[in-house]
């Protein structure tokens, strides 16, 4: 089983639409976790941290569920603009290690 | 505040050449950490550096990959003797703090070897 799984999609979705990604994690020992979000052939840029309560960031929600060992990243009104592929972070406890999903590639469709 | 740089951003090589790839925090930052995406793959933890020091380089291939992060300079990833599937695109990341901290990328180094 891989340390962090995503759906790879794509997922395509109509300009104005919700959409929402999991991510699952093997290791429950995991302190931290991120979304990144990588546009073709760039480099990933930091979406939001995930943390235990949940945050919201504009569109954006992330959700933390430890029991379950997953995390979710929410779209709301998706822009052309959101079109990329998500990636899902996670950092075991006390370490500096990212450990990176495949990612989740989004098409919004005008 | 500039944020991580890197160079070259795309490097061609023949078989059996040595490649040198060059990363600069941003400023402020004294942790860098190297990956590297190979194509329709997730990215892939190599080594993590302070200055001076190597701190883990579990990730690295044990042969022909090296890497430091001198007292002054940027870090360097060094691939010696590159083979075809060395091909990919290396990216480097810099955070101000280690453990558990967001980290910053910089736009990566695309390596073809042909």
């Known amino acids: 089983r891989k340390e962090v799984e995503q759906d790879p999609g794509p997922f395509n979705v109509p300009e104005g639409a919700t959409v929402a990604f999991n991510c699952t994690y093997s290791?429950?020992?995991?302190?931290?976790f991120f979304w990144y979000r990588q546009d073709c052939r760039k480099e990933p840029k930091l979406l939001m941290s995930?943390?235990?309560s949940g945050n919201e960031d504009g569109r954006f929600t992330a959700q933390l569920n430890r029991a379950s060992q997953y995390i979710s990243l929410l779209i709301r009104d998706s822009k052309l603009s959101d079109s990329a592929t998500y990636l899902c972070v996670v950092s075991p406890t006390g370490t500096y290690k990212y450990i990176f999903g495949t990612g989740t590639r989004l098409k919004v469709l005008a | 505040n500039a944020g991580v740089m890197q160079n070259p951003r795309h490097l061609v090589r023949r078989r059996g050449q040595e490649a040198r790839l060059r990363c600069s925090p941003m400023?402020?930052?004294?942790?860098v950490y190297w990956y590297r995406q190979l194509p329709e793959e997730g990215l892939k933890f190599m080594v993590y550096l302070q200055k001076e020091n190597i701190i883990d380089e579990s990730g690295m291939p044990k042969e022909r990959f090296s890497a430091e992060f001198p007292k002054e300079g940027p870090s360097i990833l060094r691939i010696q003797q590159v083979v075809r599937g060395d091909s990919a695109a290396y990216f480097c990341?810099?955070?101000?703090?280690?453990?558990?901290?967001?980290?910053?990328f910089g736009p990566g180094t695309r390596l073809t070897v042909t």
């Open positions: 990341a810099s955070s101000p703090y280690r453990d558990n901290y967001e980290q910053y």
């Open positions: 400023k402020g930052h004294s942790h």
């Open positions: 995930v943390y235990s």
């Open positions: 290791n429950s020992a995991s302190q931290s």
